[in-house]
């Protein structure tokens, strides 16, 4: 690729490895505004999805009655009424997110730790290595993320673990790549060519140097991707081939509201709401540390 | 060129009593402390300090280009007119007309993507009426004055095509696109090696000579002032404590940290492998009060009286400014 | 002072032209990326090919669905050739490809390459709209925010491209639709109409589409945009610039935006992949005869040799556009263009 601007500074890591205290911030309360309120919109909304639903009584996300169809809001027994089959809205929404927020924890996770690995790896050990993991990763980041993932997940079936799957096929390149960017900037700094020539391995060189300094990029890149995972999974979804109905994802919901959009528009806004507020508590929260650690 | 005669027949630019504070952050860096000079028609006046000692924070202060969160205060007049204060579009009128500078880095100080002929252009554009081909026949004409070869090629030329060399000369082109009454050079020799140096040098006052300009220039080096320079003023943590002619100052230094300063320059005549005689000690955190004499802790004349009242400038012989309790005696020889 | 010949003189210029395009580093930068692209378009195919003909199990059993008898399986499977080892049937596969065969589409019987046609021109022209619009608004909005950093143009700007970029583009699109087609029926829900038939109902036909797909994207190009001349306009140039008199407006666009741009250019170049894959679920929400709806349409009906060429040939487009983009940079930067040259 031409000159790319992203992924160019350097991860806080290194000024914590020269002792550097963290950037001053003013000590005030509203300066940590910028974290504090997408991180505990996500404690929430993990909350409310994960917590509630085994806790608290809830009406159930499938079976339900069909004399029930179409309630409204605060209708008595479904706070936010109830779909075209008569299933209670709320609790598809917070099982839905459930699915939602898991599938792209699963993802994100398998991307940082398997992409985050082999572009570090590919990095450091450079030369034939390096670019032949160049143009493998070069071969899957063509595919648009939509199309392969519809391609693989037509191949595997609907259902979460396969939804999982292909989206994976997605994320590790995208982190191998950023990982890859990040661990070539570190290789240039002299505490790294110190450490190599006191002999040290390269698995320790991996997980004691590297790793430790790559991560906060890597963690914010993570938090920023929980957004686009979400999204396209909601559009796998949509389209009928991530979580397969009747269970409930908020991209299949909106699928369902779609099919009567003018008769209950809410069934359209309330898993869209839900979506659009955890992509930007994501982003929030990513685009706040990463201000805050000045990694780009 | 049509120009106004000036008023005052030599007086160019008069700077009073300047302050200037900067913020950094929640800090407020109190880079100017005061500073008076004056800059005839002709002549060419060397400000002479260390890094941090306000010399640039001051002379961009006269022109307006500090970021808009600095606060100025005291006085700057050119022919008469006064600068600090002026509403942005007027100030844009005077600059590259009547005042210019170049600076110190060409490689940063300029557009990177923009050919040189129309960086050149650009300044004349903004100020002349010229039509597009008259203003870059003046830019090829500023280019072969700055001597630079090939000024035709070069005119379509970008910058990083350029040696450090010549990129300063672009830059003095740029600089002298209207004729400007006065040029401000910024540590323009600081980048370049020393050969480079001397010709640049030499060009700026040969130009100087031939458009009758005021020349201000900028440096830590004080050999190059002494080489170059009508008038040396010296400064130290924001305001000027020695000015003098250059003869005079060099001469008769009485400014211990002048006198340090020109211990520093190696000489050909010192002992092979002896120790360069620094100034020990740093200068005093620009964003806290000080109470005293600047250098105080740094001095080698140093007496109780320096700690506890600021000396001012004031002309204790003809034509020789100094701020010192305690100034030395004998004149510097060498 | 001595008269010299205007600086255009051609002479001069061209001489210039010629020296730098011949020892041209851009001339080498572009040979050099369109030689690394043939393994990656080559690796491109075979990853399709392994996706879409050696993962699923028995692919004849997947088309012809459970009910299928074992004996219309395994004719399907003849008629396929799909009993033959998988590294032949990615030779007779890729050969088809590179004689412009792209197989028949198990639906409706079509040539492939008939079908892909028809609805190519439709995709370039939603993604040639979304794109336009997302450049379209990004750069005004970025130039007014950067003009006063912190001041409330950029505050605001930035606040909302937040929340622009978090909206999932479908989602987007089903809001415009209650809004701009169903409250205020200004744009059509769904349905396309040709360029041939009528410019202006095309575009209209194109509009919300391509605003679903665009939107997002201008918002995340604003910020990055921002922060880009935010960056230019602290570099020593634009000291430069204000010492010669030139108005903040103008150092913001000829100075700090120029520079900018081509920050701008990797970053579009880079989510050409995104803007391609949207067009599959836009296309979808709003009936347009694209690449994207025929794609969908092909997976579910299992049309394999359909499926495949199409995920091939957007790949491919996405191979070249990176391609192209870079090739573009490197002509437009003339730091690259004309390389550094000794006095």
């Known amino acids: 690729m031409a000159n790319v601007p992203t992924d160019e500074r350097l991860p806080l890591g290194l000024e914590a490895l020269a002792g550097a205290p963290a950037p001053a911030r003013t000590g005030r309360w509203a300066g940590h505004l910028d ?23 809830l009406a159930k996300p499938v079976g339900g009655n069909i004399f029930e169809a179409n309630l409204g809001p605060l209708s008595p027994g479904h706070l936010l009424g109830t779909d075209t089959v008569g299933n209670d809205v709320l609790s598809r929404l917070l099982y839905g997110g459930r699915t939602s927020l898991e599938t792209a924890l699963a993802v994100n996770l398998i991307g940082l730790f398997l992409g985050g690995t082999i572009g570090a790896l590919a990095a450091y050990l450079g030369g034939a290595v390096d670019a032949v993991a160049m143009r493998g990763l070069d071969v899957l980041i063509a595919f648009p993320a939509l199309v392969l993932a519809l391609a693989i997940a037509d191949s595997l079936g609907p259902g979460q673990g396969h939804t999982i799957l292909a989206l994976s096929f997605f994320a590790v390149p995208v982190f191998a790549r950023n990982a890859r960017a990040a661990t070539l900037r570190l290789r240039e700094l002299t505490f790294m060519t110190a450490a190599r ?32 995972i979400m999204v396209i999974e909601g559009a796998l979804s949509f389209l009928g081939l991530g979580i397969a109905l009747p269970d409930p994802s908020w991209g299949n919901m909106i699928f369902q509201g779609q099919q009567s959009i003018s008769a209950t528009p809410l069934l359209v806004l309330f898993p869209s709401a839900f979506l659009f507020v955890a992509v930007l508590a994501f982003n929030l929260l990513g685009d706040a540390l990463r201000a805050r650690w000045n990694v780009r | 060129m049509e120009r106004q005669v000036t008023r005052e027949p030599g007086l160019l630019l008069e700077v009073d009593d300047l302050h200037v504070r900067l913020r950094r952050g929640d800090r407020e860096i109190r880079a100017v402390r005061g500073l008076t000079y004056r800059v005839s028609v002709g002549r060419t006046l060397a400000i002479v300090g260390e890094s941090g000692s306000g010399k640039t924070v001051s002379c961009r202060a006269v022109m307006g280009l500090l970021p808009p969160t600095a606060v100025v205060t005291g006085s700057a007049r050119l022919e008469g007119k006064e600068l600090l204060g002026l509403p942005d579009a007027e100030m844009r009128e005077h600059l590259g007309a009547d005042l210019a500078m170049v600076f110190q880095d060409p490689v940063r100080s300029l557009n990177p993507t923009m050919r040189i002929g129309a960086q050149i252009t650009e300044a004349i554009q903004e100020h002349l009426p010229l039509s597009r081909g008259e203003a870059g026949r003046r830019a090829v004409e500023l280019l072969e004055r700055v001597r ?138 620009p964003s806290a009060q000080h109470v005293g004499c600047s250098f105080a802790e740094r001095c080698p004349n140093v007496r109780p009286a320096c700690r506890e009242t600021a000396p001012p400038l004031e002309q204790h012989e003809p034509d020789h400014f100094w701020a010192c309790w305690n100034p030395c005696q004998v004149g510097w020889a060498g | 002072m001595t008269a010299t010949a205007a600086p255009a003189v051609s002479a001069d210029r061209l001489i210039g032209r010629v020296a730098a395009l011949a020892t041209s580093p851009s001339l080498r930068l572009a040979a050099r990326r369109l030689v690394i692209a043939v393994p990656v378009l080559w690796g491109v195919s075979a990853l399709t090919f392994i996706v879409m003909s050696v993962l699923p199990g028995n692919a004849a059993q997947q088309i012809l669905g459970v009910q299928a008898t074992p004996a219309q399986v395994h004719q399907l499977e003849l008629e396929l050739g799909l009993d033959k080892p998988a590294w032949l049937r990615y030779a007779s596969w890729i050969g088809g490809v590179l004689t412009g065969n792209l197989g028949r589409s198990l639906a409706s019987g079509q040539p492939v390459t008939a079908i892909i046609g028809q609805r190519l021109p439709i995709t370039v022209e ?123 407006w103008q150092v913001l666009v000829r100075h700090a935006l120029r520079n900018s741009l081509f920050g701008l250019l990797t970053i579009v170049g880079l989510n050409l992949g995104t803007l391609i894959g949207a067009t599959v679920i836009i296309e979808q929400i709003f009936s347009l005869p694209g690449i994207g709806q025929a794609f969908l349409q092909a997976i579910n009906n299992r049309d394999v040799p359909l499926i495949e060429a199409i995920v091939l040939v957007l790949a491919t487009a996405v191979v070249l556009a990176n391609l192209l983009t870079d090739i573009l940079y490197a002509v437009l930067d003339p730091r690259i263009r004309y390389g550094q040259r000794p006095d």
């Not at chain 2, 323009?188 to 031939?210: C, G, K, N, P, Y």
């Open chain 3, 126 to 248: 939603l993604v040639v709209y979304a794109l336009a619009v997302s450049v379209a608004l990004a750069v005004p909005v970025a130039l007014l925010a950067a003009r006063r950093p912190g001041g409330l143009a950029d505050r605001l700007s930035m606040g909302i491209s937040m929340a622009g970029l978090s909206m999932a583009n479908y989602v987007l699109a089903l809001l415009l639709v209650i809004a701009l087609a169903v409250y205020l029926p200004v744009f059509p829900a769904i349905g396309f109409v040709p360029l041939t038939e009528s410019v202006g109902a095309n575009l209209r036909s194109l509009t919300l589409p391509a605003l679903a797909i665009g939107l997002p994207l201008a918002c995340f190009y604003t910020r990055l945009l921002r922060a880009d001349i935010a960056d230019q306009m602290q570099e020593d140039y634009v000291v430069t610039a204000r010492a010669k008199g030139v108005g903040p």
């Open chain 1, 197 to 228: 020539l006191c002999g040290t391995r390269t698995w320790r060189m991996l997980l004691r140097h590297i790793a430790p300094n790559i991560l906060p990029q890597l963690l914010t890149f993570g938090l920023l991707s929980m957004g686009a």
């Open chain 2, 148 to 285: 630079i070869p090939l000024a035709g090629r070069r005119f379509h030329e970008y910058p990083h095509q350029l040696s450090g060399g010549m990129r300063q000369r672009v830059m003095i082109a740029i600089a002298l696109a209207c004729h400007p009454r006065l040029l401000i050079a910024d540590e323009a020799t600081t980048a370049l090696d020393v050969t480079t140096q001397a010709q640049i040098m030499e060009l700026l006052l040969e130009l100087q000579r031939e458009l009758g300009m005021a020349l201000v220039f900028i440096s830590h080096d004080l050999s190059l002032a002494a080489s170059y320079a009508d008038e040396v003023m010296v400064m130290y943590a924001g305001r000027a404590v020695e000015r003098a002619p250059t003869r005079t100052l060099f001469a008769q230094v009485r400014m211990p940290y002048t006198r340090a300063l020109l211990e520093a320059i190696p000489r050909l005549d010192r002992p092979a492998h002896s120790l360069l005689p620094v100034v020990p000690g740093q200068p005093p955190d």
């Open chain 1, 35 to 57: 974290v504090g309120v997408p991180a505990a919109a996500i404690v929430l909304l993990f909350a409310a999805c994960f917590v509630w639903p085994t806790l608290l009584p």
